[in-house]
């Protein structure tokens, strides 16, 4: 065995350098970070090569002194932290110290900078762990720093970079990170020369809340696209020296990738477990399982109650209080997701309507009341209207201009779904609202409502059941059969009364109130097979939302399924009292909007 001896300083340098900086990206989070600690405004950033033969960034921060430039590049030095306290409560983005000094052992580094005192820059240089001595050098107040030929004396390490464009498409994430972090700074970012991101500032920096939030919505909008900004809500609550906000897709804007998700903690881009954990339990039953949501949020909390010294490249963190963070993120983000419909606006193009949308308002209809088109479905609708709005006056009987459909309905009185016209192929609502057309799937809206208030009504230990005149009996397994009989409290929970008529027959003797007889057998069938393949506490704890969200099926309006006007109405005066009613429970929406501007448009109406 060899003997114990220290290692050179280089070779230590060169050991840090493989945890730290892992890839160019790795170098430009730590470099923009620290301009960030130094309270930049501004920061530039350009690449040649993917990062790998340059790597310059540029502020405006508050620059460093010339007698520091050499400590700069030497480990462990930094002016973020000086004791344990301030380890345990750190509030910078960067607080080790080995950054730069990894940098300078891998690649040729330059350092210039000027504070606001000093009449001139200075720069100093090293590579291969070597450092020269400072000059003067032209410069604005702030700092560069240059990396060239990254991994240029460790070939083997260089080996493992990838190609110039994958290189540069994570440094570009890491810059995307960065800058949504911190809407109150200018960021542009150019590689080989050409201009890829170029970020005005918004400020003021303000601390974020309510109407507050406008710039860090313009930051992400600008980002993320206008596709996001439209399909997304608006999330933000504090509690308890907690502050959550930021914005959150609706599941119509659904992705097949996790590549559209940032959690922020203090402003700093993590990964952690438990987040990730409280987010999809807030997305559990309104997500298609095989769709991810996209979210950017930001978790401001005291630097005190979470340790971010858990890994090098800081990503990791660990919450003093795990639990309670994840309560928090959870609850917080499915209040948002659970407006109901009539919280919702109207998008300015057609698409899911988002909650809370940044697009210009809709252009509005000038008339206050409701033109009802005489389609076939609507062959009853006078005597509905008469009853809820009045008798039309003799004045509107003979004014040629207004539709014998046309109900003295103002602005205020419309609901936010409107009123219905007809059904579509059997299959859709028409409605009218203030902004124009309502289109809704009736099926899968009303399967998000009877999925809802079969959740509240277990919620309250039991679903209220009717007993039916006639039972309904039918064929089944042996093993349904001995299911029904020992699960006779979990079906009674559930809101059935299912008995046996033989050893190879079942009876429906009472079912839920929600759901419809004629759906008896294949809704019995169902709820039998998840007793008897998870049991009953499984299937009333973990497979609770599966199971019912079965049975809404099964209780929910079928295709071709004829509904009158009022039942029509119904469903609409429902899904705006219903939470989630945007989308159905498999996460696909329930209903669009299309504004009388955009119909203007289709039909070149004032063109």
Not at 339 to 361: I, K, V
Not at 366 to 387: G, K, R, V
Not at 423 to 443: E, K, P, S, W
Request: a negative charge.
């Amino acid at each position: 065995m060899s003997a114990i001896q220290l290692l050179p300083e280089l070779l230590i340098n060169q050991i840090a350098a493989g945890e730290v900086i892992e890839r160019p990206a790795s170098a430009l989070k730590e470099l923009m970070e620290n301009s960030l600690d130094a309270g930049a405004t501004e920061i530039v950033v350009q690449l040649e090569g993917g990062g790998i033969k340059l790597l310059r960034v540029r502020d405006n921060g508050r620059g460093i002194a010339p007698e520091q430039l050499p400590l700069a590049l030497m480990r462990h030095a930094t002016s973020k932290i000086a004791s344990l306290d301030d380890l345990q409560r750190v509030a910078s983005m960067g607080f080790r110290g080995e950054a730069l000094a990894s940098m300078a052992a891998v690649a040729q580094v330059a350092l210039t900078s000027r504070n606001a005192d000093a009449a001139h820059a200075w720069k100093i240089e090293a590579s291969d762990g070597n450092q020269g001595a400072a000059i003067p050098a032209a410069h604005a107040h702030g700092t560069s720093v240059e990396i060239r030929e990254l991994y240029f004396n460790t070939p083997a390490r260089r080996k493992f970079l990838k190609s110039e464009s994958t290189e540069f498409a994570y440094c570009e994430e890491t810059f995307k990170r960065i800058a949504l972090s911190r809407p109150d700074v200018a960021f542009s970012l150019q590689h080989n020369a050409r201009m890829v991101w170029q970020l005005p500032a918004t400020p003021p920096n303000l601390p974020l809340s309510g109407e507050e939030l406008a710039p860090l919505k313009q930051r992400i909008a600008a980002m993320l696209g206008q596709e996001f900004a439209q399909g997304a809500v608006t999330v933000e609550r504090q509690a308890a020296g907690l502050h959550l906000y930021g914005m959150a897709s609706l599941p119509a804007y659904s992705r097949a990738t996790r590549d559209s998700q940032y959690f922020f903690l203090n402003g700093r881009f993590i990964r952690d477990k438990v987040i990730a954990h409280a987010i999809r339990q807030a997305y559990q039953d309104i997500l298609h399982h095989q769709r991810h949501p996209a979210f950017v949020l930001f978790l401001d909390m005291p630097p005190e109650l979470v340790d971010v010294n858990v890994h090098p490249a800081k990503s990791e963190v660990r919450f003093r209080e795990s639990q309670g963070m994840h309560q928090f993120v959870f609850h917080t983000l499915q209040q948002a997701l659970s407006a109901p419909a009539s919280n919702y606006a109207p998008s300015p193009t057609p698409s899911p309507l988002a909650g809370e949308g940044w697009g210009e308002g809709a252009k509005q209809s000038n008339q206050p009341s409701q033109h009802y088109i005489p389609l076939h479905s609507a062959a009853e609708p006078l005597a509905f209207y008469d009853a809820l709005f009045g008798a039309k006056s003799d004045e509107q009987e003979t004014n040629s201009n207004v539709s014998p459909f046309t109900f003295p309905v103002s602005h205020q009185e419309i609901p936010p779904l409107g009123f219905a016209l007809a059904q579509l192929a059997g299959i859709y609502i028409l409605a009218q609202n203030q902004h124009g057309l309502v289109v809704v799937d009736m099926h899968a809206a009303h399967e998000r409502i009877v999925y809802e208030k079969l959740k509240v009504a277990l919620d309250g230990q039991q679903i209220p059941n009717q007993p039916l005149l006639i039972p309904v009996s039918f064929q089944a397994e042996s093993l349904d059969v001995a299911t029904a009989e020992e699960e006779q409290a979990a079906l009674a929970t559930l809101g059935f009364d299912i008995a046996p008529l033989s050893p190879t027959t079942l009876a429906v003797r009472a079912m839920p109130v929600m759901l419809k007889q004629s759906h008896a057998e294949a809704a019995a069938r169902d709820v039998l097979h998840e007793l008897r393949e998870y049991g009953a506490t499984r299937a009333l704890t973990e497979r609770r939302n599966e199971l019912l969200g079965t049975l809404a099926c099964h209780s929910a309006v079928r295709a071709n399924q004829a509904l009158t006007l009022p039942e029509m109405n119904h469903i609409l005066r429902e899904m705006e009292r219903t939470e989630r009613s945007g989308q159905c429970n498999h996460g696909r929406p329930t209903w669009f909007q299309m504004s009388i501007a955009e119909l203007d448009t289709m039909f070149m109406r004032g063109k």
